[in-house]
T-cell receptor, first 112, second 116 residues
Framework: GEDVEQSLFLSVREGDSSVINCTYTDSSSTYLYWYKQEPGAGLQLLTY?????DMKQDQRLTVLLNKKDKHLSLRIADTQTGDSAIYFC????????????FGTGTRLLVSP | ETGVTQTPRHLVMGMTNKKSLKCEQHLGHNAMYWYKQSAKKPLELMFVYSLEERVENNSVPSRFSPECPNSSHLFLHLHTLQPEDSALYLC???????????????FGPGTRLTVL
């Protein structure tokens, strides 16, 4: 199937690290993505990782990829209240075009 | 205007109405998408257009009818909707449809649709 799974909710305190986990289904996905959705807005690409990498760091963001377990994670260091949003992971399926299959999203709540 | 815009932002309609959602992208992209976002469900891809040609129709009921008159504009025509069609409808665009593997999609803010 095409189910990409994420936990629905994560709550952290400001300054802590947040880790959002995702499991995907297609081992042939060439790229995996993390998108962020703030209230009243569309999704915005945060970062992505190519499937031949196992880690990518981009400022406060660290993406880890475990291809054997089809597990993707997003770590946000020094989480701020402005990071409160819904975070979606997405895998890409080659169906004649690169179809993005999104998870249900993880709502991150950062408290002061 | 920059990025991807959608109008209207909010729409309330009865089950017998006909309405249209509009999406416009100012990014020079060649692919456009309609998604449906319902609470606690993954985003559902509805339609994909690449170079104004429909390349994906994801088993969407015929009461939803897309139209892509050019690569900058995408419409979703709505007719005889049901209450379960109430959702956030998101439009997105990308450079191409990911022919080289990478497919970053840029999303509009969505139209919040309520069907009474």
């Amino acid at each position: 199937g095409e189910d990409v799974e994420q936990s629905l909710f994560l709550s952290v305190r400001e300054g802590d690290s947040s880790v959002i986990n995702c499991t995907y289904t297609d081992s042939s996905s060439t790229y995996l993505y993390w998108y962020k959705q703030e209230p009243g807005a569309g999704l915005q690409l945060l970062t992505y990782i190519f499937s031949n990498m196992d880690m990518k760091q981009d400022q406060r963001l660290t993406v880890l990829l475990n291809k054997k377990d089809k597990h993707l994670s997003l770590r946000i260091a020094d989480t701020q209240t402005g990071d409160s949003a819904i975070y979606f992971c997405a895998e890409s399926l080659n169906t004649g075009f690169q179809k993005l299959v999104f998870g249900t999203g993880t709502r991150l709540l950062v408290s002061p | 205007e920059t990025g991807v815009t959608q109008t209207p932002r909010h729409l309330v309609m009865g089950m017998t109405n006909k309405k249209s959602l509009k999406c416009e992208q100012h990014l020079g992209h060649n692919a456009m998408y309609w998604y449906k976002q319902s609470a606690k469900k993954p985003l559902e891809l509805m339609f994909v257009y690449s170079l104004e040609e429909r390349v994906e129709n994801n088993s969407v009921p015929s009461r939803f009818s897309p139209e892509c008159p050019n690569s900058s504009h995408l419409f979703l025509h709505l007719h005889t909707l049901q209450p379960e069609d109430s959702a956030l409808y998101l439009c997105a665009s990308s450079q191409d449809s990911g022919t080289r593997g990478y497919n970053e999609q840029f999303f509009g803010p969505g139209t919040r649709l309520t069907v009474l």
